[in-house]
Protein backbone atom coordinates (compact mmCIF):
# COMPACT_ATOMS: atom_id res chain seq x y z
CA UNK A 1 0.00 0.00 0.00
CA UNK A 2 1.37 3.37 -1.03
CA UNK A 3 0.56 6.32 1.07
CA UNK A 4 0.12 9.62 -0.80
CA UNK A 5 -0.30 12.85 1.02
CA UNK A 6 -1.53 16.47 -0.31
CA UNK A 7 0.13 18.62 2.58
CA UNK A 8 1.62 22.02 2.99
CA UNK A 9 1.88 24.91 5.94
CA UNK A 10 -0.32 26.93 4.30
CA UNK A 11 -4.05 26.72 3.06
CA UNK A 12 -5.83 27.75 0.37
CA UNK A 13 -3.14 26.24 -1.98
CA UNK A 14 -4.44 23.65 -3.60
CA UNK A 15 -4.17 20.35 -1.52
CA UNK A 16 -7.58 19.31 -1.35
CA UNK A 17 -8.06 19.97 -5.25
CA UNK A 18 -4.70 17.68 -5.77
CA UNK A 19 -6.32 15.14 -3.03
CA UNK A 20 -9.51 14.03 -5.10
CA UNK A 21 -8.25 14.38 -8.70
CA UNK A 22 -5.10 11.85 -7.52
CA UNK A 23 -7.45 9.99 -5.59
CA UNK A 24 -9.33 9.74 -9.23
CA UNK A 25 -6.28 9.12 -11.45
CA UNK A 26 -5.10 6.56 -9.06
CA UNK A 27 -8.22 4.17 -9.52
CA UNK A 28 -8.70 4.97 -12.99
CA UNK A 29 -5.21 3.72 -13.10
CA UNK A 30 -6.55 0.54 -11.71
CA UNK A 31 -5.46 1.25 -7.54
CA UNK A 32 -8.29 0.21 -5.26
CA UNK A 33 -8.05 4.00 -3.25
CA UNK A 34 -8.66 5.30 -0.57
CA UNK A 35 -9.25 9.37 0.45
CA UNK A 36 -8.91 9.95 4.00
CA UNK A 37 -9.96 13.65 4.33
CA UNK A 38 -8.00 14.55 7.46
CA UNK A 39 -9.21 18.40 7.85
CA UNK A 40 -12.33 19.11 9.89
CA UNK A 41 -13.51 21.20 7.19
CA UNK A 42 -14.39 18.00 5.09
CA UNK A 43 -14.24 19.60 1.74
CA UNK A 44 -12.48 16.35 0.07
CA UNK A 45 -15.34 14.46 1.12
CA UNK A 46 -17.54 17.24 0.17
CA UNK A 47 -16.20 17.11 -3.47
CA UNK A 48 -17.29 13.48 -3.92
CA UNK A 49 -21.16 14.20 -2.32
CA UNK A 50 -20.45 12.63 0.83
CA UNK A 51 -21.46 13.80 3.87
CA UNK A 52 -19.03 14.43 7.04
CA UNK A 53 -18.48 11.20 9.40
CA UNK A 54 -21.09 10.79 12.17
CA UNK A 55 -20.60 11.52 15.10
CA UNK A 56 -18.29 9.52 17.44
CA UNK A 57 -15.88 9.21 20.55
CA UNK A 58 -13.23 10.58 19.56
CA UNK A 59 -11.01 9.74 21.81
CA UNK A 60 -7.82 7.32 22.90
CA UNK A 61 -8.11 3.69 22.84
CA UNK A 62 -7.83 0.36 21.60
CA UNK A 63 -11.16 1.22 19.56
CA UNK A 64 -10.16 4.41 17.92
CA UNK A 65 -8.89 2.79 14.19
CA UNK A 66 -12.24 0.56 13.65
CA UNK A 67 -14.12 3.49 15.05
CA UNK A 68 -12.32 5.69 12.84
CA UNK A 69 -12.70 2.67 9.53
CA UNK A 70 -16.08 2.34 10.22
CA UNK A 71 -17.08 5.84 8.73
CA UNK A 72 -15.24 4.75 5.19
CA UNK A 73 -17.52 4.92 2.50
CA UNK A 74 -18.31 3.82 -1.04
CA UNK A 75 -17.90 7.14 -3.72
CA UNK A 76 -19.82 7.39 -7.08
CA UNK A 77 -16.33 5.48 -8.42
CA UNK A 78 -16.08 2.30 -8.12
CA UNK A 79 -12.62 1.25 -6.99
CA UNK A 80 -12.40 4.59 -4.92
CA UNK A 81 -14.11 4.92 -1.78
CA UNK A 82 -13.52 8.06 0.75
CA UNK A 83 -12.87 8.34 4.55
CA UNK A 84 -14.45 11.81 5.77
CA UNK A 85 -13.74 13.72 8.60
CA UNK A 86 -16.13 15.82 10.64
CA UNK A 87 -15.51 18.59 13.43
CA UNK A 88 -13.95 16.38 16.15
CA UNK A 89 -11.11 15.84 13.38
CA UNK A 90 -9.87 18.97 15.09
CA UNK A 91 -9.20 17.57 18.40
CA UNK A 92 -6.79 14.69 16.57
CA UNK A 93 -3.96 16.59 18.02
CA UNK A 94 -4.92 16.65 21.63
CA UNK A 95 -6.03 13.27 21.74
CA UNK A 96 -3.01 11.91 19.80
CA UNK A 97 -0.50 13.84 22.58
CA UNK A 98 -2.05 11.99 25.00
CA UNK A 99 -1.07 8.95 23.52
CA UNK A 100 1.86 7.14 23.89
CA UNK A 101 4.43 6.72 20.62
CA UNK A 102 2.11 9.72 19.61
CA UNK A 103 4.12 10.18 16.50
CA UNK A 104 3.10 6.59 15.22
CA UNK A 105 -0.23 6.11 15.70
CA UNK A 106 -0.98 7.25 12.25
CA UNK A 107 0.86 4.61 10.99
CA UNK A 108 -1.11 2.04 13.97
CA UNK A 109 -4.77 3.33 12.66
CA UNK A 110 -3.81 2.63 8.55
CA UNK A 111 -1.70 -0.56 8.64
CA UNK A 112 -4.72 -3.00 8.83
CA UNK A 113 -6.04 -0.99 5.33
CA UNK A 114 -3.13 -1.94 3.68
CA UNK A 115 -4.99 -5.25 2.67
CA UNK A 116 -8.07 -3.86 1.00
CA UNK A 117 -6.56 -0.98 -0.80
CA UNK A 118 -3.20 -0.65 -3.25
CA UNK A 119 -3.54 3.37 -2.68
CA UNK A 120 -3.73 5.62 0.01
CA UNK A 121 -4.45 9.29 -0.16
CA UNK A 122 -4.30 11.97 2.50
CA UNK A 123 -6.05 15.55 2.33
CA UNK A 124 -4.18 17.31 5.11
CA UNK A 125 -5.22 20.30 7.30
CA UNK A 126 -2.84 23.55 6.75
CA UNK A 127 -0.59 22.98 9.49
CA UNK A 128 2.48 21.82 11.85
CA UNK A 129 1.48 19.95 14.44
CA UNK A 130 1.59 16.25 15.78
CA UNK A 131 -0.87 15.03 13.39
CA UNK A 132 1.47 16.84 10.80
CA UNK A 133 4.53 14.69 12.37
CA UNK A 134 2.48 11.20 12.18
CA UNK A 135 1.29 12.29 8.37
CA UNK A 136 5.38 12.75 7.56
CA UNK A 137 6.01 9.53 9.29
CA UNK A 138 3.96 7.15 7.61
CA UNK A 139 3.42 9.06 4.02
CA UNK A 140 6.16 7.46 0.88
CA UNK A 141 4.73 10.81 -1.06
CA UNK A 142 4.63 13.70 0.87
CA UNK A 143 3.06 15.90 -1.94
CA UNK A 144 3.07 20.05 -1.42
CA UNK A 145 1.08 22.32 -3.49
CA UNK A 146 3.30 25.58 -3.97
CA UNK A 147 1.66 28.80 -5.61
CA UNK A 148 4.72 30.69 -7.06
CA UNK A 149 4.97 33.81 -5.23
CA UNK A 150 7.71 35.08 -2.75
CA UNK A 151 5.89 33.45 0.39
CA UNK A 152 6.17 29.93 -0.56
CA UNK A 153 8.98 29.70 -0.26
CA UNK A 154 9.67 30.15 3.00
CA UNK A 155 6.93 27.85 3.73
CA UNK A 156 8.70 25.60 1.83
CA UNK A 157 11.96 26.15 3.85
CA UNK A 158 10.67 25.55 7.10
CA UNK A 159 9.46 21.84 6.00
CA UNK A 160 13.05 21.44 5.36
CA UNK A 161 13.73 22.89 8.51
CA UNK A 162 12.14 21.04 10.31
CA UNK A 163 12.65 17.66 8.50
CA UNK A 164 16.17 18.04 9.65
CA UNK A 165 15.37 18.83 13.38
CA UNK A 166 13.45 15.56 13.61
CA UNK A 167 15.51 13.49 11.43
CA UNK A 168 12.75 12.56 8.67
CA UNK A 169 14.04 11.58 5.12
CA UNK A 170 13.99 14.99 3.24
CA UNK A 171 13.64 12.65 -0.04
CA UNK A 172 9.95 12.06 0.83
CA UNK A 173 9.03 16.00 -0.07
CA UNK A 174 7.86 16.41 -3.47
CA UNK A 175 7.06 19.97 -3.81
CA UNK A 176 5.23 21.07 -7.56
CA UNK A 177 3.67 24.03 -8.71
CA UNK A 178 -0.07 24.68 -7.82
CA UNK A 179 -2.26 27.16 -9.78
CA UNK A 180 0.87 28.63 -11.53
CA UNK A 181 -0.56 31.71 -14.35
CA UNK A 182 1.46 30.98 -17.34
CA UNK A 183 0.95 34.71 -18.54
CA UNK A 184 1.85 35.91 -14.90
CA UNK A 185 5.84 37.49 -15.28
CA UNK A 186 6.50 37.27 -11.14
CA UNK A 187 5.08 33.48 -11.47
CA UNK A 188 7.13 32.52 -14.41
CA UNK A 189 10.53 34.23 -12.64
CA UNK A 190 9.72 32.81 -9.45
CA UNK A 191 9.00 29.31 -10.96
CA UNK A 192 12.51 29.31 -12.35
CA UNK A 193 14.03 30.45 -9.42
CA UNK A 194 12.69 27.77 -7.15
CA UNK A 195 13.40 25.38 -9.35
CA UNK A 196 16.96 26.41 -9.26
CA UNK A 197 16.81 26.38 -5.77
CA UNK A 198 14.83 23.27 -5.17
CA UNK A 199 15.95 20.57 -7.94
CA UNK A 200 13.26 18.15 -6.62
CA UNK A 201 10.96 20.10 -7.88
CA UNK A 202 8.71 17.69 -10.02
CA UNK A 203 8.29 18.65 -13.90
CA UNK A 204 4.64 18.74 -13.60
CA UNK A 205 2.58 22.14 -13.63
CA UNK A 206 -0.81 22.46 -11.87
CA UNK A 207 -1.78 25.94 -13.85
CA UNK A 208 -4.81 28.20 -12.09
CA UNK A 209 -7.40 27.32 -14.12
CA UNK A 210 -11.42 27.72 -13.99
CA UNK A 211 -12.35 24.04 -14.69
CA UNK A 212 -10.25 23.49 -11.46
CA UNK A 213 -12.19 25.94 -9.54
CA UNK A 214 -15.60 24.77 -10.83
CA UNK A 215 -15.09 21.74 -8.54
CA UNK A 216 -17.00 22.97 -5.68
CA UNK A 217 -20.35 23.22 -7.57
CA UNK A 218 -19.95 20.13 -9.78
CA UNK A 219 -18.96 18.27 -6.73
CA UNK A 220 -16.75 15.79 -8.64
CA UNK A 221 -13.02 15.60 -9.54
CA UNK A 222 -11.96 17.87 -12.28
CA UNK A 223 -10.88 14.98 -14.30
CA UNK A 224 -14.40 13.44 -14.30
CA UNK A 225 -16.23 16.37 -15.71
CA UNK A 226 -13.87 17.84 -17.74
CA UNK A 227 -11.15 14.84 -18.75
CA UNK A 228 -10.04 16.71 -21.72
CA UNK A 229 -8.30 19.76 -20.35
CA UNK A 230 -4.59 20.29 -20.22
CA UNK A 231 -5.13 21.56 -16.79
CA UNK A 232 -6.84 18.57 -15.67
CA UNK A 233 -4.53 16.15 -17.50
CA UNK A 234 -1.97 17.74 -15.29
CA UNK A 235 -3.52 15.64 -12.54
CA UNK A 236 -3.11 12.52 -14.45
CA UNK A 237 0.78 13.80 -15.42
CA UNK A 238 1.45 14.38 -11.98
CA UNK A 239 0.28 10.88 -10.78
CA UNK A 240 2.24 9.05 -13.67
CA UNK A 241 5.43 11.27 -12.31
CA UNK A 242 5.12 10.32 -8.92
CA UNK A 243 4.57 6.64 -9.75
CA UNK A 244 7.35 6.64 -12.05
CA UNK A 245 9.59 7.48 -8.56
N1 LIG B 1 -5.46 24.82 -10.13
C1 LIG B 1 -6.42 25.60 -9.67
N2 LIG B 1 -6.93 26.63 -10.41
C2 LIG B 1 -7.89 27.44 -9.93
N3 LIG B 1 -8.44 27.33 -8.73
C3 LIG B 1 -8.00 26.35 -7.93
C4 LIG B 1 -6.97 25.42 -8.35
N4 LIG B 1 -6.74 24.55 -7.34
C5 LIG B 1 -7.58 24.89 -6.34
N5 LIG B 1 -8.34 25.96 -6.69
C6 LIG B 1 -9.35 26.67 -5.87
O1 LIG B 1 -8.65 27.37 -4.84
C7 LIG B 1 -9.31 27.21 -3.59
C8 LIG B 1 -8.39 26.51 -2.60
O2 LIG B 1 -8.09 25.21 -3.10
P1 LIG B 1 -8.03 23.94 -2.15
O3 LIG B 1 -7.71 22.77 -2.99
O4 LIG B 1 -9.27 23.87 -1.32
O5 LIG B 1 -6.78 24.35 -1.24
P2 LIG B 1 -6.34 23.80 0.20
O6 LIG B 1 -6.87 22.42 0.34
O7 LIG B 1 -4.84 23.86 0.13
O8 LIG B 1 -6.88 24.75 1.21
C9 LIG B 1 -10.59 26.43 -3.89
O9 LIG B 1 -11.63 27.35 -4.07
C10 LIG B 1 -10.28 25.71 -5.19
O10 LIG B 1 -11.43 25.49 -5.95
MG1 LIG C 1 -8.08 21.56 1.86
Do not use: W
Request: contains cysteine.
Amino acid sequence: MTIFASYSIKGGVGKTALAVNLAYALREDGHRTLLIDLDPQCAAAYYFRIKPAAKFKFKEGPKLAGRLRRNIRESDYPGLDVLPSNMAYRNFDIMLDRLKKSRKQLRSILAPLAEEYDSVVLDCPPNLTLLSENIFRVADHLLVPVIPTPLSERTLEQLYQFFKEKKLPPNRIRPFFSMAQKSNRLHREFMAQLRLDYPVFLDTVIPHSVHIERMGQRRRPALDYAPGLAATQAYRKLCLEILKG
